[in-house]
């Protein structure tokens, strides 16, 4: 073997989880009946990002020494970030508004600087989580003019609490966090791969809210119809008509890692995993933590399975059962965590019911068993759920998944949809347009009790009523990073369409199963579509070979004619 190729070997080692690398020989591919060229979709939903958090910048980073470099490639389309709207949002932001000095503790400053948008720097990647749940988030929208985070949904401090941490931005331990951002230095991987394929800069959450309604958008586009709601109804709303919406966290009542204290419910009505098994389309939610059998090197196993992160000191769960929207629905529900019967039996009907642990993902997919429709959950410490989680442990997961996908005989055919469930609160300055009207006690939009205008907005049905508006659905909810990957996605392109989390399903329904909708009030009825950001004519060349350090979020390469599990750092 030469001296380049024993390089190539040493360092795939060091940029690689060697877990999630290829194994010999490559399986055959298989085939789907599709409207595109798509036959494998993968959806890694993460956790409580609000675009401007993520994407406010972009294309341009600091740079900053000590730092992963990232230099936008000539001619990038610019977004509709925090520099679109002119020097105004990052010095003279509307957060200035005086409400929220009483919030804004120890903000310094006239105007209270911790107001204005701040970078956060890889160094500042543990933070405390922000206030995200449905009417916090809706006063902080201020009636459009997105003016009052800092006073409803601003939290400072770090993960494991402390709100005196030293050496970081005055506005880190107030409040005033919520207006903090990163750049291309810290989420370099999500950066490069807005480069290098498609990105949207008009998605928002179906609606307002935390992880569970956002979940089960992305599964059903309705958060109408909770049943067997037991252990309290702080967490659902009525809907006006007899029923009840959710419009925060609470888990599924069967999951046997469930609370046994608190809120739990089910739901009723359909979601996609229904259609795709009329259908009979292979399909799964991989979530981590999910297999109850294994043991994690802390010796932590069952539902206590847990990891700490070493950026953010956290020790957490690795499932957490209100992120898995599958578990409130009968029909979808894997409660007491059965195992899969074999690999072959994983993304089909079985014991699991199309309910998996993260790890089988990889092991069908190395079997040849790639199931059609995949969503993918990290354990919670690599979802970017602040708090907890964070961009560097995330980046670490998303990298290492789709290093993996690359290297499959199905990338061909393959797209890869990175998205949010909530934005965690976290400060974004464009309001998405109110396309279903709410009036419930907990709706604070256009004012007191009221989202929209009666007569003037969309009224969707609910689950249970054909014509009859359910309440407590108020959207569209708060922007969100919307990204795909694909070798058929367009380069380096940045869409304006208008998105939200049920476009997701819109796009499955449309490729799989000839265009049928769920019904009962579902928001996929109205959700605009993602085949703009695909150009089904032609496939990009070089996209195919996009490989990212995990560690760094910098782009990797290969040698000519060597194969691409064994890449090396680009020098």
Request: one cysteine or more; proline letters at 7%.
């Amino acid at each position: 073997m030469d001296f380049r190729r024993m390089i190539a070997i040493l360092l795939a080692g060091m940029l690689f989880n060697p877990a999630m690398i290829a194994a010999a020989p490559q399986p055959q591919p298989q085939h789907f009946d599709t409207a595109t060229p798509i036959k494998h979709l993968v959806v890694i939903f993460g956790e409580n990002i609000s675009f401007d958090h993520y994407f406010g910048t972009y294309p341009n980073a600091l740079n900053l020494q000590g730092e992963n470099p990232f230099f936008a490639q000539p001619g990038t389309p610019s977004v509709n970030g925090l520099g679109s709207a002119g020097a105004a949002l990052m010095t003279h932001n509307p957060n200035l508004n005086p409400a929220n000095n009483g919030s804004c503790v120890n903000c310094g400053g006239t105007p209270p600087s911790a107001s204005n948008p701040f970078r956060l720097t890889p160094s500042e990647a543990s933070t405390a989580d922000q206030d995200h749940n449905y009417t916090p988030e809706q006063q902080a929208f201020d009636a459009g003019l997105m003016d009052l985070f800092p006073e409803y949904t601003g939290t400072g401090g770090n993960a494991l609490g402390s709100t005196t941490v030293p050496n970081v931005p005055t506005a880190y331990n107030t409040s005033g966090l919520v207006m903090g951002y990163y750049d291309g230095n810290t989420v370099t991987a999500l950066w490069n791969y807005a480069q290098h394929f498609a990105i949207d800069d008009d998605m928002f959450g179906s609606t307002f809210g935390p992880s569970t309604p956002g979940a089960l958008e992305v599964i059903s586009g309705q958060i109408n119809g909770v049943i067997n709601n037991a252990g309290g109804t702080g967490n659902v709303i009525s809907d006006g008509n007899g029923g009840l919406t959710d419009i925060d966290d609470a888990d599924p009542a069967g999951d046997v890692c469930s609370t046994t204290t608190k809120e739990r419910f089910d739901m009723s009505g359909k979601n996609i995993g229904d259609l795709l098994t009329a259908g009979g389309v292979s399909w799964g939610w991989f979530n981590g933590g999910f297999n109850l059998s294994v043991v994690n090197p802390n010796s932590t196993t069952g539902c206590s399975r847990s990891t700490t992160s070493s950026i953010t000191g956290v020790n957490h769960a690795d499932y957490v059962p209100h992120h898995e929207p599958f578990q409130y629905y009968e029909t979808t529900a894997n409660w007491a965590h059965t195992r899969p019967a074999s690999t072959s039996e994983i993304g089909n009907a079985g014991p699991a019911n199309h309910q998996y642990d993260i790890n089988d993902f990889f092991s069908a997919v190395k079997a040849g068993n790639f199931p059609a429709v995949s969503y993918l959950k990290a354990p919670a410490y690599q979802d970017a759920h602040a708090g907890y989680s964070d961009p560097v442990d995330e980046q670490n997961f998303i990298v290492n998944t789709i290093n993996f996908l690359e290297q499959q005989p199905e990338w061909s055919s393959t797209a890869v949809i990175l998205t949010y469930d909530d934005s965690d609160g976290w400060y974004d300055h464009q309001a998405g347009p109110i396309v279903n009207q709410s009036e419930t006690a907990a709706d604070e939009v256009s004012g007191s009790g009221m989202c929209g205008t009666s007569g003037t907005t969309t009224a969707l049905p609910g689950v249970n009523t054909s014509t009859t508006h359910a309440q407590g659905r108020c959207g569209y909810g708060p922007r969100l990073p919307f990204v795909v990957i694909s070798p058929w996605a367009k380069a380096n392109f940045v869409d304006h369409t208008l998105l939200d989390q049920s476009s997701v399903i819109h796009f499955i329904e449309d490729n799989w199963l000839g265009g049928e909708r769920l019904g009962g009030g579902s928001f996929d009825s109205i959700a605009g579509s993602i085949e703009d950001m695909f150009d089904f004519t032609q496939r990009f060349p070089g996209q195919d070979a996009l490989f990212l350090s995990y560690s760094t979020g910098e782009p990797v390469r290969v040698f000519p004619g060597w194969p691409s599990r064994f890449p090396f750092w680009a020098w």
